[in-house]
T-cell receptor, first 113, second 111 residues
Framework: NAGVMQNPRHLVRRRGQEARLRCSPM?????VYWYRQLPEEGLKFMVY????????ESGMPKERFSAEFPKEGPSILRIQQVVRGDSAAYFC???????????FGPGTRLTVT | GEDVEQSLFLSVREGDSSVINCTYT??????LYWYKQEPGAGLQLLTY?????DMKQDQRLTVLLNKKDKHLSLRIADTQTGDSAIYFC???????????FGTGTQLKVEL
């Protein structure tokens, strides 16, 4: 059973470009969570999605950030008009139901130049 | 508010026990977790404990929970060099839908 997959693993974008991060949950998991880890910090919750629904986006910045988890395909975290402060590691986690176990992917490390 | 605190560093000798401590603030958390992160990697779920339990043991790992003081600890017996990593404690908030993480404790195991 493959784990949580994220791609790309590393992404470099220039200021003003768009970044699209993908997450494929573990087989049988229908709940996806996105977290951001800034350098030297712990992870901060961004958004919780189920198939075709955003359940909790209390950690998402109000502008430029969006997330989706379509009926088919991976979950996408989209960052428009990236700025240097968006440079971070973005982790996706999945679970088969509401808690308690969240399994994390390897992360996408975004660098904005 | 939500805040999870951990000490930043811990250094132990190989073969000794390591104890990593954590304090949390949300008394309504149902589960508390320990994750391990190696350099450049994602987070590996080590163990978790239900909030009505005091202790959970899993091979070399022992988790102690003091709910009254909101204190969580992870003991690693017979620490090995492969245990060198950053250890994060986390609590579930918002009904279990999101995890609030501590800043992580960097464990260094010396020969």
């Amino acid at each position: 059973n493959a784990g949580v997959m994220q791609n790309p693993r590393h992404l470099v974008r220039r200021r003003g470009q768009e970044a699209r991060l993908r997450c494929s949950p573990m087989k049988g998991h229908s709940h996806v969570y996105w977290y951001r880890q800034l350098p030297e910090e712990g992870l901060k919750f961004m958004v919780y999605l189920q198939k075709e629904n955003i359940i909790d986006e209390s950690g998402m910045p109000k502008e430029r950030f969006s997330a989706e988890f379509p009926k088919e395909g991976p979950s996408i975290l989209r960052i428009q008009q990236v700025v240097r402060g968006d440079s971070a590691a973005y982790f996706c986690a999945s679970s088969p139901r509401q808690g308690p176990e969240q399994y994390f992917g390897p992360g996408t490390r975004l660098t904005v130049t | 508010g939500e805040d999870v605190e951990q000490s930043l560093f811990l250094s132990v000798r190989e073969g000794d026990s390591s104890v990593i401590n954590c304090t949390y603030t949300d008394s309504s958390s149902t589960y508390l977790y320990w994750y391990k992160q190696e350099p450049g990697a994602g987070l590996q779920l080590l163990t978790y404990i239900f909030s009505n339990m005091d202790m959970k043991q899993d091979q070399r790992l022992t988790v102690l929970l003091n709910k009254k003081d909101k204190h969580l600890s992870l003991r690693i017996a017979d620490t090995q060099t492969g245990d060198s990593a950053i250890y994060f404690c986390a609590e579930d908030t918002g009904g279990g839908n999101k995890l609030t993480f501590g800043t992580g404790t960097q464990l260094k195991v010396e020969l």
